[in-house]
């Protein structure tokens, strides 16, 4: 798409605040106003579409995005949405353990564990952890409460949990993250942990290394969107 405005705003809506590009309202892919809950998120959203080039890239607007999945695939069906997310209680990340090297199991230990905690003291959950490869199960009331701690998000969160919890692998992360639990960084650094492990080990990827940065830009940018809803 090539650049048609000249300025963007935030303006406010009936039901919250929406985007202008030169007086018209912005409309997601689905043709629906972009109205989001926060002022403070319209006019991050209105500094992409300001800062956009003469050729628009659509990785360049990642909050613009958020909130389009919000409004268009949320929406109008949060249950469903809310619940492919929670599945991942099945199978976290930080339940499957390596079973060597030493070194390898020490920093996961140190990295997860301290999450592990935290989601036992906050949804009075327990967790099984295997160094086995094959799947096993979780507790049923572990499933079922981290289901719900999904299912209170609004879509605007629901949106923003995604791509947490399918670029990290973690249910458990991503609910860190909506509830500021840890630094982000410290986050960021456990589910990534065995990629740069294997980064270490191998040497430096260019593709591997890219695709790392890629999925950090997007997960930071989630944990953005969820900040700038308050």
Known sequence: MRRFWTAAR???????WG??????????????????PMRDLAEAIAAE????GEAVDPRAMPLTGLANAAVDRVA??????????????????????????AKLVQRQAAQWDPLLAWARRRFEADF???????????????????GQAVAALDAYRLAALSPLVTIGGSL????????????????WEAVSLDERWQIEQWGDDDEAVASLANRR??????ARFLSLLG
Do not use: N
């Open 172 to 187: 458990v992360a991503a609910l860190a993250v909506v509830e500021e639990a840890m630094p982000l960084d410290i986050i």
């Open 19 to 36: 985007v202008e590009l030169d007086g018209r309202p912005l409309k997601t892919p689905s043709r629906v106003a972009l109205v989001v």
């Open 49 to 52: 579409w300001s800062g956009a």
């Open 76 to 101: 109008p069906d949060p249950v469903t949405f809310s619940g492919g997310l929670a599945k991942y209680a099945e199978a976290d990340l930080f339940c499957y353990r390596a079973a060597g090297p």
């Open 128 to 146: 099984v952890v295997t160094d086995a490869i094959v799947h096993i199960g979780q507790p049923a009331a572990t499933v079922a409460r981290l």
């Open 10 to 16: 935030a303006v406010e809506a009936e039901d919250g």
């Open 217 to 222: 830009t997007d997960f930071e940018a989630a």
